[in-house]
Structures are given as C-alpha cells and as structure tokens.
C-alpha cells in the first residue's frame, strides 16, 4: 500500500507541466556544463597524437580535386570531392577506402592526409584511397540568392539513401 502511495505520488507529480520543467533544467544544466569554457572565452584544445605529425622519411599521398559531381541519388544536387592517393598505391592491387564527409576542408583539420601516410607507411592500416566529398547543394538560377544546402538532409536522415549515395 505504501508503495502505491508512492508511486501515485510520484505519478501525480510528473504531470505535463511539471515534466517540461523537469526536462528543460536538465537541458539547461547540461548545456551549462558542457559550454562552460566556451562561454568564458576558452577553447578547449587536445593533444595532436604523432601520427597527425609530419614525419621525416614519410612518403607523402598526393590530393586530387577538386571533381565535380551531379548526383542522381540526390537530384539536382551538385558537389565537390577531392581524392587522397597515398604513395604507396600500386593500381594493379585493389586499394582499401575511406570516405571522409564534409570534403578536403574537414580531412585537412583532422589532419588526415598525414595520418594517412604516417600509418601507411608504419604498416599499421592497409594502403587506402581516401575521397572527402562535400555535401550537396542546389544551385539556383539568381546570382544574389544563396544555394541550398543539402548537409542536414543528406547526413541526418534515416534510412539508405546516404550509403546508396555512396555506393552507386
């Protein structure tokens, strides 16, 4: 019985209103705790691990791009990507792959064309071809107006669209 009692209490408490409330201090507290340092002009910096160091006697990939590319999995969409080939790529062998959103820009703050030859190179990941392809935008026929940029719908949806994108 008191269990019950309880439980109805408890019930009773979590009414609509009081479970906004509830979800919107929990929101507000997170949101306080995690851009703390933001909100007091810091930055929050890691590490750069050695692998996203240059390294003296690395063979170094080259980047092509960037290609223009009109999607048909996503029509009227057009854009960019960029090819990383490492210097250890021999066309004769099949390459391993890694695609990279958000094009050469993100590839190059993650530094990844050098994780990439520094890794290759150590033996510790397959060589591999790297393609950064951006997100899509629709063009528009004004030269004032702004494209459409289609990130979120590409990226965020479910569903399969984004790996057929990809693989056909």
Request: glycine content about 6%; overall charge negative.
């Amino acid at each position: 019985m008191v269990q019950d009692q309880s439980e109805n209490q408890w019930h009773n408490s979590m009414n609509p209103t009081n479970a906004s409330r509830l979800m919107l201090s929990i929101f507000v507290l997170t949101l306080t705790l995690t851009d703390s340092s933001r909100c007091r002009g810091q930055e929050e910096t890691y590490p750069v691990p050695p692998e996203a160091e240059t390294q003296e006697g690395v063979p170094r990939g080259r980047i092509e791009g960037p290609f223009e590319f009109r999607s048909q999995i996503y029509p009227g969409t057009v854009r960019n990507y960029w090819v990383y080939i490492p210097a250890q790529y021999d066309p004769s062998r099949p390459p391993a792959l890694i695609i990279v959103q958000d094009g050469l820009r993100r590839a190059e703050e993650w530094r990844l064309p050098i994780v990439l030859d520094n890794m290759i190179h150590a033996g510790q990941i397959p060589v591999q071809l790297g393609v950064f392809v951006d997100h899509g935008q629709v063009p528009v026929a004004a030269t004032e107006a702004q494209p459409r940029f289609n990130r979120s719908f590409e990226y965020d949806s479910l569903g399969d669209t984004y790996a057929r994108f990809l693989t056909d």
